[in-house]
């Protein structure tokens, strides 16, 4: 099991002190919360890709590279490729170029985002969003398996016995999830192809994940994958630590009621009863995350989102000493004397290239 951080890169305002980092200062606070996770034991560190304000994660194999040279063990991934507006030609090279850098530790998300505008910034129209998807990623699959590629589709000009550079490291290419909050065209996609499934798992209330999870699984198992319990699931959780928890729910709650996305709507109380946010003790977050277990079974990936809505970067790097030195040692024990021996690991660029 992998345990890990996504964050979406936004520079918010600080609620209580009504300063905002600069993107300078942003861009670089990423980097240090991404060596704390590896200097804490996590396994993962994920990206977002956005091109408007107020985020900064606009090229996000730019900055993993950077974090790449400066580290050994982490994964390094993004929580959202723009697969819909990005040319699959350009992602089938980065990423492959990535791989290179970072020795093979790197994986990536499909997603079709969370910004309207950035379809016609792109020169695409967002009704096609879904389609797009679908023929996006099967032109980017071709690119990484074969040598010359011979394609037409309705969305790019044709290529002809193209060949993308440099091919993937160790002829594997990085391994795919394919996130969605909603669209299970998207969980199908995942299915038809082997690749493991990213629920958001962040906003909405537990039964939609379970309904697009139990979907993925079912149709893995449809086109012969394996059975549905050995489908890779990943989640996202949101979690505030404090070692009282009094302590969180009074530090957390101008962050929450000013949230950009959250802010202004239900209580914190209701949302982290409706939702998989957890404010309080180690204790207590180590209960909610178990739980996500009895509601998606075993699964191969658990992402956090540490530091968004304005929390300064102290505040965050305290929130992940807490998380891997109290948290997650517990759950990777708890979780892992519960997983049957048939459900797989987490892919990895070893284990892909032992399996080829």
Do not use: C
Not at 19 to 36: D, F
Not at 82 to 89: A, K
Not at 303 to 330: C, N, R, W, Y
């Amino acid at each position: 099991m992998q345990f890990g951080i996504f964050t979406v890169g936004d520079v918010t305002t600080d609620p209580t002190t009504g300063t905002a980092p600069s993107e300078h200062e942003r861009i670089e606070a990423m980097v240090r919360i991404a060596l704390k996770a590896e200097e804490v034991g996590l396994d993962v560190f994920a990206t977002g890709e956005h091109h408007n304000p107020p985020f900064v994660p606009s090229s996000p194999t730019t900055m993993l590279g950077f974090i790449a040279a400066r580290t050994e063990k982490l994964v390094l991934s993004t929580s959202t490729t723009l697969i819909t507006t990005n040319d699959p030609v350009k992602i089938a090279e980065d990423f492959a170029m990535l791989q290179h850098l970072a020795d093979g530790r790197v994986d990536l998300m499909m997603g079709r985002g969370n910004t309207g505008p950035v379809y016609p910034w792109f020169g695409q129209d967002i009704r096609q969003g879904i389609p797009l998807a679908i023929e996006n990623y099967a032109l980017l699959r071709r690119l990484w398996r074969e040598e010359a590629v011979d394609w037409e589709g309705e969305f790019r000009t044709p290529l002809q016995g193209f060949t993308s550079t440099p091919r993937p490291l160790d002829g594997v290419p990085p391994f795919v999830w394919h996130g969605s909050i909603r669209s299970p065209e998207i969980a199908e996609q995942a299915a038809f192809y082997g690749d493991g499934f990213f629920a958001n798992h962040i906003f909405w209330p537990t039964r939609h994940y379970q309904q697009l999870i139990e979907y993925y699984r079912r149709r893995y198992e449809h086109y012969g994958h394996g059975q549905a319990d050995q489908a890779i699931v990943g989640l996202g959780g949101q979690a505030f630590i404090r070692p009282r928890s009094q302590d969180a729910w009074n530090e957390f709650r101008p962050y929450f009621d000013r949230a950009p996305v959250y802010g202004n709507g239900p209580s914190l109380e209701d949302f982290t009863e409706q939702t998989p946010l957890t404010v309080g003790s180690p204790q207590e977050v180590i209960d909610k995350t178990l739980t996500f277990r009895e509601s998606f079974g075993d699964y191969q990936r658990q992402l956090f989102l540490m530091d968004h809505a304005g929390l300064p970067l102290k505040t965050v790097l305290e929130q992940l000493d807490l998380l891997g030195e109290e948290v997650i040692p517990v759950l990777r024990k708890e979780l892992e004397s519960k997983r049957p021996s048939h459900v797989p690991d987490a892919p990895t660029h070893e284990s892909l290239k032992a399996a080829r």
